[in-house]
C-alpha cells in the first residue's frame, strides 16, 4: 500500500496541516509527525484543494483528434489541477447515444489522468428537433446526469421544457447554451461600440438574456433544475439572481476568460479571442467577478475548446471560435478572484470544486478534505508568477490567448485517488 | 506616413494632407500628353481581389502603371482561392514573387489587418475594402474631391460646381458633410467618418435607425433619422448605395418606402445650398437612393470622384513605396540629369 504524506499544507487556505494519503483515501488530516514508509511531499505556503471539477470540456474525440484526444485533454486536466471534467457532446459522431458517452467514459478511465464524465446531447446530432436517447445514456456505464447541446442553444421552448421535464425521472439537469439563433446569424464578437467600428457582425447581449430569461421561467414552471452555461453578460447575471431569489433550482458557470478579458482585444483582429458567447465588455467582466463571488454565479467552467492551429492562422471571419483553458483556469481565477480579495482559497474551492460536483452529480468527487474521503486534492504554489507559454502545453492545442501574459499560481501536484498525476509541476 | 494604409483612422491630419497634396500634383500628370512617370519602375504591386470590383481594382491598376509599377491582378475567382486555399498561403505565394505593395480587397472585416501584422508578407499592405469595416483610399479621394469644390477657389471657398479648383495645403474645417443611407454595412462612411473628422468637417450621418450601428453616437459626428431638415446645412451630401436584398433581412419596409423617405430626388437636391455638391461612391441604384435627375445634374461629382480616384492611389502609393522626396521633381531632377 502507498502512502504519501502532505506536510504543512495550508488546507483551503487555512492553518498548515499534514494531510496523510493512505492507498485511494485520505487516512488523516491534522498533525502527523511521522509516517513510516510514506513518500513526503513538502508543502509549505502552498494551498491544497479538492481535486478541481470542470463542468464544461471539450475533449474533441471522437472525431476531431487533430485538436485534441481523451488522453491529451485529460493530461492537460491533470496539469490544471483537475480532477474530474465533463465532456461535452459536440463530438463527431455527437454523444447522443449511450454507445458514444460509453466510449467517452471508457477512453477517460484508460487515461488515468483525470475523470471524464460524459455530457449527453439534449436532441438527435444537436439538432434541436427531436430529443435523444436521455434515460439510455443515463443507464449505461457513463451515468449520464448532465444533458446539453452546447454549441447550439436548444431554442424550441417545446423541446427544452420537454428535455427539462424528461430529465427528472433519473435527477439530470440540462445545461443550455443559451443563444438566441435569429439575433446571432453571422455573429463574430459582442454588439457593441468595438464591432461597430470594426465592421464585425454583432452578437448582441440580449440574444444570451432572452433565452436565460426564458428558460428560467420553463424550469420554474415544471420544477426541473436548468444549468446555464458560461454566462457572459451583466443582465444575465441579474436574470440569474432574480431567478434565485424566487428559489427556482438554477444554477450557473463563468469561464475564465470572461472574468479576465474583453472585447477591447478583438481590435487587433486576432483570433485567438474569438469565442462563443463573445468576449464582452469591462462592465460585463465585473458584474461577473461579483456574481461568481457572491454565489449567485455558482462556479467555474473552462469551455476549454482545443483547435488545430491553421483554424486560427486566419482571417477573423474564417476562424473557428474557442479557446482553450483547462491549464490556466486556476490562474486566472487567482488573478482575477483571489488576488483582488474577492473570494478567499475556500471559496475557489468551493467554486471550482464542490459546487460543479453537486451540479454534475459526481460522486467521489468536491469533497471535503477530511480523514475518510478519496483522495482527489490539488496543491497550488500561489507566490508563483510566470508567463504563459504554451509550448510547454499538454493539451494538443495551443489557442490560448493568455500567451505572454503574467499569471499567478502553479499547480505543483494533483492527486486523483492517492495517485500522483501531476508531482513537482509536472505530468507523472 | 506608415507602411501601411489599413483604416482612415491611422492617418494623421498631416500624414491626409500630405496625400491629398501629393494627389494634386498627381492629378496635373494626367493632363499631360504622356501620363506616366517613372517613380516606381522595377517596384512590383498585386492587386489581391477575394470580392468584384471592378471600379477600385482598374483604379488601382492605372494608379500602379501611371507611377511605372509592374501591376499583377490576382483575383479570387479562377484562382486557388477559390479551390480552398488559405489567405496566408496567398500571402505567403505573392511574398516570394516579390511583392513590394499588395492591394486586397476582401470581404472579411480586419482581412488587410491581418495581412499587414501576421508577419505573412513583407511588404505594404494597402486596404482596398474589407468587409463592413473600412475603405481608406474612397474616403481619400472623396476628400480629395471636397476639397476641391468647397476649398478650391483661390479664397479658400467653394467654387460653385465651375471648375474644380486646386485645395493644396488646406483641410476641410467646418465643411458640413452629410452621409446619407446604410451605414451599418458601408465601409466608406466608416474610413469618411475618421478622415472627415480628422480634417476637421462637421459630420452627419443620415439613416433609418436599423441602418446605424450600435454605439454610433460615439462617433465624431451627427447622426440624424430624418433627411430634410439636414439639407440646408450641407455642403456636400453623399449618399451611400442601399442593396435591395437588405428588404429582406427586414432593414427597411420596401424599397419605395426607402426612396421616399431617404432617396435624393430633385426637390431635396433643390433645398440644398447654391455651391453644395451631390457625391456618390459608386455603383449606383438609380431610382434607389438617387434619381436620375440628380445623378446626371451638374452638381453630381460621381464620374469626377473616379478620376480622383486615380490621382489619389496614385498618391498612396507612391509615399507607400517611393520615398520620401516629392514625386515629380523626382523625375524632373533625374530627366535633368539625363539632359
Known amino acids: 500500500m502507498t502512502k504519501i504524506l502532505i506536510r504543512g499544507a495550508k488546507v483551503l487556505g487555512g492553518e498548515p496541516q499534514d494531510v496523510l494519503i493512505d492507498s485511494e483515501t485520505i487516512a488523516s488530516v491534522g498533525s502527523v509527525p511521522d509516517a513510516a514508509g510514506a513518500t513526503v511531499v513538502e508543502a509549505e505556503g502552498k494551498i491544497l484543494l479538492p481535486g478541481l471539477v470542470d463542468l464544461h470540456t471539450h475533449l474533441r474525440e471522437p472525431g476531431r483528434e487533430d485538436s485534441e484526444t481523451v488522453l491529451t485533454g485529460t493530461r492537460a486536466a491533470a496539469a490544471g489541477g483537475y480532477t474530474a471534467v465533463h465532456a461535452m457532446a459536440n463530438t463527431f459522431p455527437v454523444a447522443d447515444t449511450a454507445g458514444v458517452v460509453e466510449q467517452v467514459w471508457r477512453l477517460g478511465r484508460e487515461s488515468g489522468y483525470c475523470d471524464v464524465q460524459p455530457v449527453g446531447a439534449v436532441t438527435v446530432g444537436l439538432e434541436g428537433k427531436q430529443l435523444a436517447e436521455l434515460g439510455a445514456m443515463a443507464e449505461s456505464a457513463a451515468a449520464v446526469r448532465v444533458f446539453s447541446d452546447d454549441g447550439k442553444c436548444v431554442d424550441d421552448a417545446v423541446i427544452m421544457r420537454r428535455a427539462l421535464e424528461y430529465v427528472k425521472a433519473f435527477d439530470g439537469v440540462v445545461a443550455q447554451h443559451a443563444q438566441e439563433p435569429r439575433l446571432t446569424e453571422g455573429a463574430q464578437m459582442n454588439e457593441g461600440l468595438v464591432s461597430g467600428e470594426l465592421g464585425l457582425r454583432g452578437w448582441p447581449a440580449v440574444a444570451e438574456e432572452s433565452i436565460i430569461a426564458r428558460d428560467v421561467l420553463l424550469a420554474a414552471h415544471v420544477g426541473s433544475r436548468v444549468h446555464i452555461c458560461h454566462l457572459s453578460t451583466a443582465g444575465s447575471v441579474e436574470l440569474v439572481r432574480w431567478a434565485k431569489s424566487k428559489g427556482w433550482n438554477v444554477t450557473a458557470e463563468v469561464t475564465p476568460h470572461h472574468l479576465l478579458l474583453t472585447d477591447e482585444l478583438v481590435r487587433s483582429y486576432n483570433p485567438v479571442y474569438k469565442v462563443n458567447p463573445p468576449l464582452r465588455t469591462e462592465a460585463d467582466v465585473m458584474a461577473l467577478r461579483e456574481a461568481l463571488a457572491d454565489g449567485t454565479i455558482d462556479c467555474v467552467a473552462t469551455d476549454h475548446a482545443p483547435h488545430p492551429h491553421e483554424d486560427k492562422d486566419c482571417e477573423w471571419a474564417a476562424a473557428a471560435m474557442g479557446m482553450i483553458g483547462l491549464e490556466t483556469a486556476l490562474s486566472v481565477v487567482q488573478h482575477t478572484m483571489v488576488d483582488t480579495g474577492l473570494l478567499d482559497w475556500a471559496g475557489v474551492a468551493d467554486r471550482m470544486s464542490f459546487r460543479p460536483a453537486v451540479i454534475g452529480r459526481l460522486h467521489g468527487h468536491g469533497r471535503p478534505v477530511a480523514a475518510g474521503e478519496p483522495a482527489n486534492l490539488t496543491l497550488v504554489d500561489p507566490q508563483y508568477r510566470g508567463v504563459v507559454n504554451p509550448v510547454g502545453f499538454a493539451s494538443r492545442s495551443r489557442n490560448t490567448p493568455y500567451e505572454g501574459i503574467e499569471l499567478p499560481g502553479r499547480v505543483t501536484a494533483t492527486f486523483l485517488r492517492g495517485k500522483a498525476t501531476v508531482m513537482d509541476g509536472k505530468l507523472a | ?339
Open chain 2, 1 to 339: 506616413m506608415k507602411r501601411h494604409l489599413i483604416s482612415a483612422a491611422d492617418l494623421t491630419r498631416d500624414d491626409a494632407l500630405l496625400v491629398l497634396d501629393t494627389a494634386e500634383e498627381m492629378a496635373r500628370v494626367a493632363d499631360r500628353p504622356i501620363k506616366k512617370l517613372p517613380t516606381l519602375r522595377g517596384r512590383t504591386v498585386v492587386n489581391l481581389f477575394f470580392e468584384d470590383s471592378t471600379r477600385t481594382r482598374i483604379s488601382f491598376e492605372a494608379a500602379a502603371k501611371r507611377l511605372s509599377a509592374d501591376v499583377i491582378n490576382f483575383s479570387a475567382k479562377g484562382s486557388s482561392v477559390s479551390k480552398g486555399e488559405s489567405l496566408k498561403d496567398t500571402a505567403l505565394t505573392l511574398e516570394a514573387m516579390g511583392a513590394d505593395a499588395v492591394v486586397i480587397r476582401h470581404h472579411a472585416s480586419g482581412a488587410p489587418h491581418r495581412l499587414a501584422t501576421s508577419g505573412w508578407i513583407g511588404g505594404s499592405v494597402v486596404n482596398a475594402g474589407d468587409g463592413t469595416h473600412e475603405h481608406p483610399t474612397q474616403a481619400l479621394l472623396d476628400a480629395f474631391t471636397m476639397r476641391r469644390h468647397l476649398a478650391g477657389a483661390p479664397d479658400g471657398g467653394p467654387t460653385y460646381h465651375r471648375e474644380p479648383g486646386d485645395g493644396t495645403g488646406r483641410d476641410l474645417a467646418g465643411r458640413r458633410i452629410t452621409i446619407v443611407g446604410d451605414v451599418l454595412h458601408s465601409r466608406v462612411a466608416r474610413s469618411n467618418v475618421h478622415l472627415l473628422n480628422t480634417l476637421g468637417a462637421e459630420i452627419t450621418l443620415v439613416a433609418p435607425p436599423t441602418l446605424l450601428p450600435i454605439g454610433v453616437e460615439t462617433w465624431p459626428c451627427e447622426v440624424s433619422y430624418d433627411l430634410d431638415p439636414i439639407l440646408a446645412k450641407t455642403d456636400a451630401v453623399m449618399m451611400l448605395r442601399v442593396q435591395s436584398e437588405r428588404m429582406n433581412a427586414a432593414f427597411f419596409p420596401t424599397e419605395r418606402e426607402y426612396a421616399r423617405r431617404y432617396g435624393l430626388d430633385g426637390a431635396r437636391m433643390a433645398a440644398l445650398p447654391g455651391h453644395a455638391i451631390v457625391m456618390h461612391p459608386g455603383p449606383m441604384n438609380r431610382g434607389m437612393e438617387i434619381t436620375a435627375e440628380v445623378a446626371d445634374s451638374g452638381r453630381c461629382t460621381v464620374v469626377e470622384q473616379v478620376a480622383n480616384g486615380v490621382s489619389v492611389r496614385m498618391a498612396v502609393l507612391y509615399l507607400l513605396l517611393g520615398g520620401n522626396e516629392p514625386a515629380i521633381t523626382t523625375a524632373r531632377t533625374q530627366e535633368n540629369n539625363d539632359r
